[in-house]
Every structure is written in C-alpha cells, then in structure tokens.
C-alpha cells in the first residue's frame, strides 16, 4: 500500500470517528436540554403549587379543582402531578400543609379550638383525628 493510500485511509478514519464523536456530542447535548426543561417544569409546578396552597390552605372552601383552575390546569392534571412528584395526592398535600401550620400555632400557644378555624378546617373533630 502507497502512502499516499495510507494517508487517505487515515484521513477517512478520522474523518468518520469524528463524524461519530459529533453526534455523540449532539445527543448528549439534546439529552441534557430535555433534562433541563423537565427539571425547569417540575420546580415550576411545584413552586407555583406551593403558591396556590399558602395563598389558600386557611380558606375552609377551597377545593382542588379551584387551584387547578388557578395553575391554568385540569384537576386530573394537577392529581397526577401532584402523585408524579410528591407521592401523594393534592388533598394530601393540603392536609399536610394545614396540619404543619397547626403544629407551628400550637408551639406559639394558640389555644386549638382556635387554630383548627384559621388553618381551614372546618370541623374540630376532624382536625383532631388528624
């Protein structure tokens, strides 16, 4: 084989494992955008979720389906989220958040007949079993 040959062979080598390490790259790079834009929408949800349940959890009347129209969602999109990222669903979560807030009432002294009022619960025996 001539060198002149070899020197081609080379070159088409090189050419071809840097073609293949160009699309490796490319896919590594479309990969980790698409990860970002996951990551993007799950910390806007939960943000804006959060969001709606301050802004709420002290209102006795509110219900899922108002956040969700709140979040520009369906309710069955806001349960399946809920679910996707924290394992529970929406009402839950709500639970949750007024039973957190109750604790931190109790711990400043606030007599409890009064904190399952402010929390949103509407029955005082409920929020007791809770």
Do not use: W
Request: glycine share 2%.
């Amino acid at each position: 084989m001539s060198k002149v040959t070899l020197l081609k062979t080379k070159d088409n080598n090189l050419q071809l494992a840097q073609s293949s390490l160009n699309r490796e790259t490319l896919f590594l790079k479309n990969s980790f955008c698409l990860f970002q834009r996951y990551v993007d929408k799950k910390k806007y949800f939960i943000t804006t979720f959060d969001q709606e349940i301050e802004k709420n959890f002290d209102n006795p009347n509110i219900k899922i389906r108002d956040i969700a129209f709140n979040m520009a969602m369906t309710e069955k999109q806001l349960y399946r989220k809920a679910k996707q990222y924290f394992s529970i669903t929406p009402n839950k979560y709500l639970r949750n958040f007024r039973l957190d807030h109750a604790r931190m009432l109790m711990e400043k002294g606030v007599p409890i007949n009064a904190i399952s009022a402010i929390v949103g619960f509407t029955s005082h025996s409920y929020f007791n079993r809770c």
